[in-house]
Structures are given as structure tokens and as C-alpha cells.
């Protein structure tokens, strides 16, 4: 496949280098201060399940610059999202359908609106890495999970040939018969997860360590698992019991992107992922109290750091 990553970050860079590792074609698509420093330092992966430095980067700067592409592996930070609106279309145009693997669920109908419903695939992905000071991907857990599926029957051939793809490539993947309850499972899980850890600026052991803290965790499961059930997607207790376990489950140390960019002074997520399924909710008239708290808490830190 021509697989072309839009968002070269620590996701987009990781899974890409994956797929050229196993032997497609893959063009990192970034802006000019990221090109500049993958033709500075080259691209390495130093991986819990295994380190890789790809040999031959391929770095393009524009859609003009990409010929005939299969795939647009979207990879950004929601707050990036409209800016590729524009790259997006021209590479739509040129015959490639969409990938994104944002959090959340506003993007969709966003991506669908600009692009077409024949153009964009649901998908998510599980991972927890960071970029180092050389722009090398630092992957810290043993997860590194693509999922994807079809929005519209015209995209099955695409997600069927991407399931190869990864088959071939060293990471777990899976083409899901049903992406948005797939996609829905994933919200509810991240906006628990990066809520709680950055809200408390701690890992998933310190918050596990004082039950009312985590307690709050299992209330945003909880308030999230309403918000899908209200959009008609059928997520029950058992998925919220599952989710709360995976927490439990967890190494000491482990933490969320959005803690770790908290940490940094980098920009937030969280209008995006809590501020997104509070809008949902005001669709479907849903008070969320416990998401409306994380998210009063994480705001002060979106803009100025830790």
C-alpha cells in the first residue's frame, strides 16, 4: 500500500515506520519544523516491542508532492484537526480514503461534511508513546493496536486490504464489523483515563491508591457509557465494569498522552475530548457533572502548561 501519515507525531510516526518496516510505501506528511528535524535526525523507533530505524524516510510538505495515495493515515491532535482540512481534500481528490484515529467522536461528522461519507473510515488505535528531544518515538507499553472498520460499504476492499497491511507489520490490528461502538468504547475509556491522570497531574497507581479519586474515574465511565447509549450506540455496565478493570489492571507508573503533554507545557486535548462529549451531550439534553468537573480542572493547564 501507498500509506501516506498525516501527523508524523509519536502515533502517527510509530505505526507508519511499522508499515514501512514490513514493506510499504509510507510518506510522512508534515509541516516544515517537523521536516526538519526527521531530515536532521532521521526517524527511530525505541520500542517495547522491538526498536527500529527506518532506513529511507520519505518527508513530503505538501499534498502536491504525493502521487496516486491508498491511504491517509490521520494522526494529529484534535486542536490540528481543521488545519488539514485542506491537505485532506487534495489527497481525497487524488483517490485515497481517510484514517483517522483521533479520540473522540466530533471529527467524524466533521471529516465527513468536508470530505464525504465515502471518503473517511472509522478507526481508533491503543498506544501509549511520546516523541524524545531528537523527534525519535519513545514507546513505552506493550499495546500498540490499530482498529478500523467501514463508515460506508464502499470502503470494505480498502480496510480489508489495510488488515493485510498490518497483518504483515509488527503490531496487533483487527478490521471490526462494528468501528463506531468500537470507536464509542474507546472514548469512554480515554476520556476516564487522560481525565483522571491529568486532571490529578498523577499516574493510574497514585489515583488508584485513594478510592475517591478513582471513584471518579468509574463515574466519567459511567456518564460516558449514558452519552453512547443516548447517540444509539449500545454500550452497557459490562463495558464500563470491563474499562474499570483495564484501569485496575494497569502498571503503577502508567499514564495517559494528555498527562504526559501536561507534564511537557504542551497544548491539551481536552476541549477536543471532554468539551466534545459535553456538546454531544447537549444534543441529547444529558447532564455529565463528573466530566463537566475534569474538565474544569484540566482547563487552566490547556494554554500555560503544568
Not at 508532492?65 to 486542536?79: H, N, T, W
Not at 461534511?113 to 523527534?135: F, P, Q
Not at 497483518?167 to 474507546?186: F, G, H, T, V
Not at 499514564?255 to 468539551?275: A, I
Request: hydrophobic share 40%; with cysteine.
Amino acid at each position: 500500500m501507498k500509506i501516506v501519515v498525516l501527523g508524523a507525531g509519536a502515533l502517527g510516526a510509530y505505526f507508519g515506520a511499522r508499515w514501512q518496516q514490513a514493506g510499504h510505501e509510507v510518506i510522512n506528511l508534515v509541516r516544515d519544523g517537523r521536516a526538519e528535524q526527521l531530515e536532521k535526525n532521521g526517524l527511530q523507533l525505541h520500542s517495547a516491542m522491538g526498536d527500529y530505524t527506518v532506513d529511507e524516510l520519505t518527508i513530503a510538505t505538501s499534498p502536491e508532492q504525493i502521487v496516486e495515495p491508498d491511504l491517509v493515515f490521520l494522526a494529529v491532535k484534535g486542536y490540528h484537526l481543521h488545519g488539514t482540512l485542506d491537505w485532506l481534500k487534495a489527497l481525497v481528490q487524488k483517490g485515497a480514503k481517510v484514517y483517522p484515529v483521533l479520540n473522540g467522536m466530533e471529527h467524524i461528522s466533521i471529516l465527513q461534511k468536508e470530505l464525504g461519507e465515502e471518503a473517511v473510515m472509522g478507526g481508533l488505535s491503543y498506544i501509549i508513546a511520546t516523541l524524545d528531544e531528537n523527534g525519535h518515538v519513545v514507546h513505552t507499553s506493550k499495546f500498540h493496536d490499530l482498529v478500523f472498520g467501514p463508515l460506508h460499504p464502499s470502503q470494505q476492499g480498502i480496510c480489508e486490504e489495510l488488515a493485510l497491511a498490518c497483518n504483515q507489520a509488527n503490531m496487533n490490528s483487527s478490521l471490526s464489523p462494528n468501528i463506531l461502538e468500537d470507536m464509542w468504547k474507546k472514548y469512554m475509556f480515554i476520556s476516564a483515563f487522560s481525565g483522571i491522570t491529568t486532571a490529578v497531574n498523577q499516574p493510574i497507581g497514585v489515583v488508584r491508591s485513594f478510592p475517591q479519586t478513582f471513584r471518579i474515574a468509574e463515574r466519567v465511565l459511567e456518564e460516558m457509557k449514558d452519552l453512547a447509549v443516548a447517540h444509539k450506540i449500545s454500550l452497557t455496565d459490562e463495558h464500563v465494569a470491563q474499562a474499570f478493570e483495564r484501569l485496575r489492571g494497569f502498571d503503577h507508573e502508567m499514564t495517559s498522552s494528555m498527562h504526559q503533554d501536561r507534564r511537557k507545557g504542551l497544548p491539551l486535548e481536552s476541549e477536543h475530548l471532554h468539551g466534545g462529549a459535553l456538546r454531544l451531550a447537549e444534543e441529547v439534553n444529558l447532564s455529565m457533572p463528573y466530566t463537566e468537573t475534569i474538565l474544569g480542572m484540566i482547563k487552566p493547564y490547556e494554554a500555560y502548561g503544568n
